[in-house]
């Protein structure tokens, strides 16, 4: 474990002389030291030996569904945005056949003009639904503590979700606060998620096998499965998406649900997109320092502490887990002003992972080299470098909603 005494580790590493030489593993080496030859030897021996390996040391196991699930409509409005879009918001119900409960609540906008099934993205929020929507009779979520919403404001990142670029483009959108599946704070257990499987007693084991940003991926799994119970949408073709540390989380959803069929992640920079080896921008110290500094719980299993500045022990890294997406359409945003996350990590990451994406067939990343600001590719790897800082903007949005035009309406073109 590291030394919480150390000064040096609460300053980011953004010096690129001061790299370490680093060695990545190859994704397509097999353990008897065989190089794989095609997907159905990534599909049948690999992948599931390195989401193995995430699991035990990063992310955790992933939690079942519960016993039985319930979607109860809270309300409805057929004439959002000014007639453009239907609102309705949804109470998700978890249950185990013990009596033990867990619910939280979506926000969801349909477009009205279409025509069948309809495309959709699916993210989760920092605030709450109601600061998701410039509406202001969105009901209020995002509940740090019961009966206690943390961000009682409204509309706060109305920029940050565009619902309305969404609707106007032919998909549906739906979000849910991450507060409301496993709240961002330290002493939070009993009013998770994890509460359905574990007893009180239990919770101070948790971290030794599950990980928090393990139980939120949990809810976007679970959040699909209520997407796939609206016969306006197309589950088939839902867009995952997430931003800073709901990137991460987007990226490990997307691991373990393959049922998502686009996989976006901006700006997730260590432990989402970034490789931990490179040694800059953040790292993990400040992840596991970070429920002393800001009152927020560890997001990862306990094992993955021991590799504080150790990063170059690691048997893996961060590109293996973007080759888990693989052969599904991945995209990274990345951003100038944000080196906390290591933009260029993640394009080196992105090239790492297309070893996997050409196994099928799959150009993966088409760039040579790191994009200019405001420049990237669209492609089954996209990637972008947008100018600015840490956020997700519209120049973000333009570019997502882009590469799902690409690949979710590819029946329509």
Request: aromatic share 12%.
């Amino acid at each position: 474990m590291f030394d919480a005494n150390e000064e040096y580790w609460r300053a980011y590493a953004t010096d690129e002389s001061q790299v370490p030489e680093y060695h990545l593993p190859d994704p397509l080496l097999l353990e008897d030291g065989r190089q794989l030859q095609n997907a159905a030897q990534w599909e049948n021996f690999q992948r599931g030996r390195i989401l193995e390996k995430l699991q035990r040391e990063e992310y955790g196991a992933i939690l079942p569904r519960a016993d039985s699930m319930r979607f109860e409509l809270l309300g409805e409005k057929t004439g959002a945005f000014e007639g453009s879009a239907t609102r309705k918001e949804i109470r998700i119900h978890n249950r185990m056949a013990d009596g033990r409960e867990h619910s939280f609540d979506m926000l969801l906008y349909i477009p009205n003009q279409r025509k069948g099934k309809v495309p959709a993205f699916l993210g989760l929020n920092f605030k709450g639904n109601h600061n998701c929507s410039d509406e202001p009779d969105v009901r209020p979520s995002g509940f740090k503590k019961p009966y206690c919403i943390n961000e009682p404001e409204r509309g706060l990142q109305v920029a940050r979700w565009s619902f309305r670029q969404a609707v106007q483009r032919g998909y549906a959108s739906a979000t849910v606060c991450y507060h409301d599946i496993h709240p961002d704070a330290t002493g939070s257990t009993g009013n998770s998620a994890f509460k359905l499987f574990f007893e009180p007693e239990q919770y101070g084991d948790i971290q030794a096998q599950y990980s928090v940003i393990g139980c939120w991926a949990w809810g976007l799994s679970r959040a699909l499965d209520c997407l796939e119970a609206e016969a306006a949408i197309d589950a088939g073709k839902v867009a995952l998406h997430g931003h800073s540390r709901l990137g991460k989380t987007s990226l490990w959803a997307g691991a373990i649900d393959r049922r998502f069929a686009l996989v976006i992640s901006n700006n997730s920079g260590c432990g989402g997109a970034t490789l931990h080896k490179r040694k800059y921008g953040e790292n993990l110290s400040q992840h596991f320092d970070a429920h002393v500094k800001w009152g927020v719980p560890p997001w990862f299993v306990r094992k993955c502490s021991e590799y504080i500045f150790r990063e170059e022990e690691m048997p893996f890294d961060q590109h293996e887990l973007l080759a888990l997406m693989a052969p599904r359409p991945l995209a990274l945003g990345t951003a100038s002003l944000d080196q906390a996350a290591d933009p260029l990590g993640e394009f080196i990451a992105a090239k790492e992972a297309s070893k996997v994406y050409r196994l099928y067939g799959s150009k993966g990343l088409e760039l040579t080299e790191m994009p200019g600001e405001n420049q990237g590719c669209i492609g089954d790897l996209s990637f972008h470098y947008r100018s600015g800082k840490h956020d997700q903007t519209e120049f973000d949005w333009q570019q997502y909603f882009n590469v799902a035009d690409k690949y979710l309406k590819r029946e329509e073109r």
